[in-house]
């Protein structure tokens, strides 16, 4: 029995997805897990929603706007209060999905972008042991870079040009070179990368592109001999 409870409390994680070391002992912190779980999908509704949703329908657009600001803001003071009294939650301590979920909103507190450079910095300590997402690592440079006037490196943040539906790079350092730095992160190329965003945002905006007479997004070629 008490051999039971212990694999119930600790659970050993064979690198099978090269995402923790192999043979590494951790205990997961499910109360975090939970509690990130829970603030993931309020963080969702914000980002997801450019109106008052049907759970917010009485506020006017302003007031969504408050509201949606502070759920950013409030969720990073918690995420700070974490990450000050445990250090960055890798993926050993709350799962890929937490790790994920931590992440994503810590991407959402733009802010405050020193707070994200101390993420980044932690995170980074994470990702060279395998306990934190590379990709996701890669997203937050690039936020950062970009949220302190700097030329992003992988490219991951985009801005659209409406007259054609068209997502595009954020300012860029290098860009002969950012498939480069990509393949380095596991990043695919950025051109299927710029593709994907400029279909996702036109099917999100579908009605205003075809008030403006256009009818399918104008993609970016691929390179086909890569």
């Given at each position: 029995?008490?051999?039971l409870l212990s694999l119930l409390l600790v659970i050993i994680i ?28 309020m963080d969702q509704l914000a980002a997801s929603n450019w109106k ?25 003071e918690r995420l700070k209060e974490i990450i000050e009294e445990t ?140």
């Open positions: 029995m008490k051999k064979i690198s099978c997805n090269n995402q923790v070391s192999k043979n590494t002992v951790v205990t997961i912190d499910s109360n975090l897990v939970e509690e990130l779980a829970s603030m993931e999908v008052p949703p049907e759970e917010f329908k009485d506020l006017t657009q302003d007031e969504w706007n408050a509201k949606k600001d502070s759920i950013y803001r409030t969720h990073a250090g960055y939650p890798g993926i050993n301590r709350v799962g890929k999905d937490g790790e994920y979920n931590f992440w994503l909103m810590v991407q959402h507190a733009d802010f405050d972008p020193e707070f994200q450079k101390m993420v980044l910095e932690k995170m980074k300590e994470e990702v060279e042991k395998d306990n934190a997402d590379k990709n996701n690592y890669a997203m937050l440079v690039d936020r950062v870079k970009i949220n302190t006037n700097q030329k992003q490196v992988y490219g991951t943040q985009v801005t659209y040009n409406t007259d054609i539906g068209q997502a595009t790079p954020k300012p860029l350092l290098d860009s002969l070179l950012v498939n480069e730095r990509r393949k380095k992160v596991d990043l695919g190329p950025i051109e299927e990368y710029l593709n994907a965003m400029t279909q996702m945002h036109f099917e999100m905006n579908m009605e205003v592109y075809k008030k403006k007479g256009i009818t399918k997004p104008q993609l970016h070629p691929i390179n086909t001999e890569n």
